[in-house]
């Protein structure tokens, strides 16, 4: 049996939980797990992140890796094309999206949600890095409808999960969406938004954030 453990306001734990209800895959779920550094989290996740996997025993870390076995062990529903070109396609722009533009912004995380700041040098230095990883989606987002062309695959499982943060992080720290420029990301993401998958994984998502919220103010 397959058990996803994360919460439900990560990005990555939702990127992966997409992924299992778009394949139909019967899987539990531990909303409750959130990222440590103790030793006790490390020995079941040795990044001490979230989300990982559990099968049958077997513990795997790493998002990306965790969609790539679920493709082999569960080729219904493919989220991956057949033709080996077009799956390097799929996966170059879940690559863009994660690593140029999730990761980048990431690093605004800390000041724009958790009460920090925002340096001036890291301000410019992610504007800077983003307007790259903005070009490089530009270039390769298809959004016909979906971001890698006619089929639902990996790359909108990324896509749905970490576009919104990307645009909500840079609204805060620049007071405006760094993504604006790409047009066709609005309705792209409420189309995704009407598959069940994507709409039960962001209500998930909203109730934990009101949830986090409410702890937070008390
Ligand atoms: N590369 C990892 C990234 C996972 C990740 O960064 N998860 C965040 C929550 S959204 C986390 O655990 N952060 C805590 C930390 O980095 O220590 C993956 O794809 O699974």
């Not at 994360?6 to 531990?30: M, P, Q, T, W």
């Not at 504007?127 to 990883?133: F, I, R, W």
Request: proline share 5%; glycine share 6%.
């Amino acid at each position: 049996m397959i058990k996803l453990c994360g919460f439900h306001v990560s990005n990555y734990h939702n990127k992966v939980r997409i992924a299992l209800l778009e394949k139909g895959i019967a899987f539990e779920e531990d909303s409750t797990v959130t990222p440590s550094q103790k030793d006790e989290y490390l020995a079941l996740s040795p990044m001490g992140k979230v989300p990982y996997l559990e099968v049958d025993g077997t513990r795997l870390c790493e998002s990306g890796v965790i969609l790539e076995y679920l493709e082999e062990a569960y080729p219904q529903q493919p989220l991956l094309p057949k033709d080996p070109l077009a799956r390097a396609k799929v996966r170059e722009l879940a690559t863009v999206i994660e690593l140029h533009l999730e990761l980048v912004a990431r690093r605004l995380y800390s000041g724009v949600f958790f009460g920090g700041t925002v340096s001036d040098g890291t301000r410019q230095s992610v504007e800077k890095d983003l307007a790259k990883g903005v070009r490089a989606l530009k270039a390769l987002a298809k959004f016909d409808p979906f971001i890698a062309g006619g089929e639902l695959t990996l790359a909108d499982c990324a896509a749905a999960a970490h576009l919104p943060l990307v645009s909500l992080s840079t609204k805060l720290a620049y007071g405006r969406d760094l993504l604006e420029g790409i047009a066709q990301l609005k309705p792209y993401l409420k189309m995704l938004g009407e598959r069940p998958a994507f709409a039960r994984v962001n209500a998930d998502r909203k109730a934990a954030q009101e949830a986090m919220a409410a702890r937070a103010k008390k």
